[in-house]
């Protein structure tokens, strides 16, 4: 406990980021009693702090001519297994408590991917919606001047996150391009005609159902006939609700801040399609769904996990589904629950899941396609080379293949139950820890 305290007095007033250490620490302080090494060089407490924390100002120019000012950040966490590695988030949300609880969360999700990939997050508390492009361009100018001096394709490479698509991470590249007159691969989820790679705007969304496949394959079953709540409808979101349909699964909800859909007939492709231009061209609120499909239902100020199923996704944000949400799922039938967003579930709801013995897989896993693939551009970028979508595809079941036997291998439990958030945890530290331990005191 002692560890535990150091942490929390030096990080006071970090509730997101003591909550993640705390889920870690549940199990990973008891594995280390048994691997004394491990105490010996202090590996918890040194993972727990970053390398390197940037913090800076970001004024732009709206199109009245204002003078705005943002600030910015990256957290560089630990680069024992590579370069830094993780995404940019823009949104009024973004604090330092928030980007290293999620730079904490990256190190051990890209130790699970198995590709040589450090952990960081950053971005800004800059909110794109409702600003222009050139606002959104003249924002990411500034934000790369500044960052730009702390990155780079052997040393730090940026992804996108909330409010950080396709055309956020375009503005970065450009402005970095101009600044260093280099073209390296320093940013992923680039477009595919300059340096992207296949299937990297799916791959999160994929990935998660490729990892609950796993589990039903174990099991000796699909996902054929299952029903799925899915939260959420971003990126994530869409692509795992295609990939479910593809896999003949019935996906009935999606949601957003003001309140989720319900559509007992199911969400087909026509249906997901209104969707992503709802969502990604007009960027409208869900609630417009049930204009064009009368027969579903729409629930304002809510969230989906009252709604019966046998699966749900939380693909949202961080602490969206809590106790009372976790026992309503349950009393509802549902039996798997995998994320899609980043911590989305409380410790009080994991506890019931696990106390109930719910299949629960924390994102650091089930959500891990996304770095996955991102890590796959970096070796695309290295090699001056395209791969087609088929092998990107391939290569990443394969990752998401190796992070089931590595839950499965650490995870397992005396009745037989597999405990993915224990065999996520572990697996995942003890890659870190082992480099981190032939590298020195540093």
């Known amino acids: 406990m002692n560890i535990l305290t150091t942490i929390e007095k030096r990080n006071s007033g970090e509730p997101e980021f003591l909550q993640a250490v705390n889920e870690v620490a549940e199990y990973i302080i008891p594995f280390i009693g048994e691997n004394p090494k491990f105490e010996k060089y202090k590996v918890f407490e040194r993972m727990a702090e970053p390398e390197r924390v940037l913090i800076f100002r970001v004024p732009w120019v709206d199109d009245a001519g204002e003078i705005q000012i943002n600030r910015g950040y990256r957290v560089q966490m630990n680069s024992a297994i590579g370069p830094y590695k993780g995404g940019l988030r823009f949104h009024p949300s973004v604090n330092l408590s928030v980007l290293k609880f999620l730079a904490f969360e990256q190190t051990f999700k890209n130790s699970l991917t198995g590709l040589p990939m450090g952990g960081a997050k950053g971005g800004s508390d800059f909110d794109p919606k409702g600003k222009s492009d050139a606002e959104v361009m003249r924002f990411c100018q500034s934000f790369m001047t500044e960052l730009y001096r ?136 869900i609630s417009e769904y049930i204009n064009a499909y009368p027969s579903a239902n729409y629930v304002a100020d809510a969230k989906p996990w009252a709604v019966p199923c046998d699966i749900a996704l939380p693909c949202a944000t961080q602490n969206e589904l809590n106790e009372t949400d976790a026992q309503q799922l349950i009393n509802n039938g549902c039996r798997f629950v995998a994320e899609g967003a980043n911590m989305p579930c409380t410790r009080e709801a994991v506890a019931i899941f696990n106390k109930q013995k719910i299949t629960y897989v924390p994102g650091k896993a089930a959500n891990a396609g996304g770095v996955a693939v991102s890590g796959l551009e970096m070796t695309q970028n290295s090699l001056r080379y395209a791969w087609v979508k088929d092998k990107v595809d391939d290569r990443l079941k394969m990752i998401i293949r190796g992070i089931h036997a590595t839950c499965v291998k650490y995870g397992k439990e005396a009745d037989g139950h597999i405990n993915y958030e224990k065999g996520a945890n572990i697996g995942g530290f003890v890659k870190v820890a082992e480099a981190m331990i032939d590298q020195g005191v540093v």
């Not at 998660?208 to 299952?226: A, H, N, P, R, S």
């Not at 896999?247 to 969707?275: H, Q, R, W």
Request: glycine letters at 16%; proline letters at 3%; a neutral charge.
């Open 150 to 285: 702390h990155i780079g394709p052997d040393l730090d490479v940026p992804a996108g996150d909330i409010g950080v698509g396709k055309r956020e991470i375009g503005y970065l590249f450009g402005q970095y391009k101009r600044l260093k007159n280099e073209f390296t691969g320093v940013l992923t989820g680039k477009g595919f005609e300059w340096g992207g790679s296949r299937i990297r705007p799916e791959a999160t969304g994929y990935g998660l159902i490729y990892f609950v496949q796993e589990i039903f394959k174990d099991e000796g079953k699909t996902l054929e006939g299952k029903v799925i709540a899915i939260s959420g409808s971003g990126n994530v979101a869409q692509f795992a609700a295609e990939k479910s349909i593809q896999c003949g699964a019935k996906v009935v909800t999606m949601s957003d801040s003001n309140g989720y859909i319900y559509d007992p007939e199911g969400i087909d492709f026509e249906k997901l399609a209104f969707i992503t231009n709802l969502k990604e061209i007009r960027r409208g609120r």
